[in-house]
T-cell receptor
Framework: DSGVTQTPKHLITATGQRVTLRCSPR?????VYWYQQSLDQGLQFLIQ???????AKGNILERFSAQQFPDLHSELNLSSLELGDSALYFC?????????????FGQGTRLTVV | EDKVVQSPLSLVVHEGDTVTLNCSYE??????LLWYKQEKKAPTFLFML????IEKKSGRLSSILDKKELFSILNITATQTGDSAIYLC????????FGAGTRLTVKP
């Protein structure tokens, strides 16, 4: 168990809908990263937060947004869902944003858009 | 543009073989390179490398970083079927970017 908690584990929703994925980082970790992994694809970096502030942005669609709350948990909001958004969504946390610290992954949320 | 390139993309070996996986990178403000193993679900952390030439070792796995030539290798000796997985390399700079991974299959 990495100590990073993601909920829900599975989510099935219809096209056009909106969902929220939640990530609780390991105790003491200030930074959260979000990744998308489509079938047989690599991990695509979406966005990173550090201590409540957006730190870096990757290939995140405008339909997607995220935030990190004062208690350091983070939420990834996906709206106007399309079939192609079906994927595994992972979050990872580390003590600091960049630098020389390990990052550990949650178990992921499998999103299926039908 | 920042790049993390892993090779080979796929590798099939037999139990007992030794394998070497490669990761090269071009990033600004390099801070560290990390290796992960991904089986069915979440990537699990293997190593973090920050300094050139210092080998990290854990059982049959070892890894080393060359910051001058901008690459790292992950070695697995005496492979077992349980080593079958996707091995991911990530580089931490301002954020953390992954290569496409190497899919390793170890046959009995």
């Amino acid at each position: 168990d990495s100590g990073v908690t993601q909920t829900p584990k599975h989510l099935i929703t219809a096209t056009g809908q909106r969902v929220t994925l939640r990530c609780s980082p390991r105790s003491g970790d200030l930074s959260v990263y979000w990744y998308q992994q489509s079938l047989d694809q690599g991990l695509q970096f979406l966005i990173q937060y550090y201590n409540g502030e957006e730190r870096a942005k990757g290939n995140i669609l405008e339909r997607f947004s995220a935030q990190q709350f004062p208690d350091l948990h983070s939420e990834l909001n996906l709206s106007s869902l399309e079939l192609g958004d079906s994927a595994l969504y992972f979050c990872a946390s580390s003590v600091v944003g960049g630098g020389e610290t390990e990052a550990f992954f949650g178990q992921g949320t499998r999103l299926t858009v039908v | 543009e920042d790049k993390v390139v892993q090779s080979p993309l796929s590798l099939v070996v037999h139990e007992g073989d030794t394998v070497t996986l490669n990761c090269s990178y071009e990033v600004t403000n390099f801070r560290s390179l990390l290796w992960y193993k991904q089986e069915k679900k979440a990537p699990t952390f293997l190593f973090m490398l920050t300094s050139s030439g210092i080998e990290k070792k854990s059982g049959r796995l070892s890894s080393i970083l060359d910051k001058k030539e901008l690459f790292s290798i992950l070695n697995i000796t005496a492979t077992q079927t349980g080593d079958s997985a996707i091995y991911l390399c990530a580089v931490k700079h301002n954020d953390m970017r992954f290569g496409a991974g190497t899919r390793l299959t170890v046959k009995p």
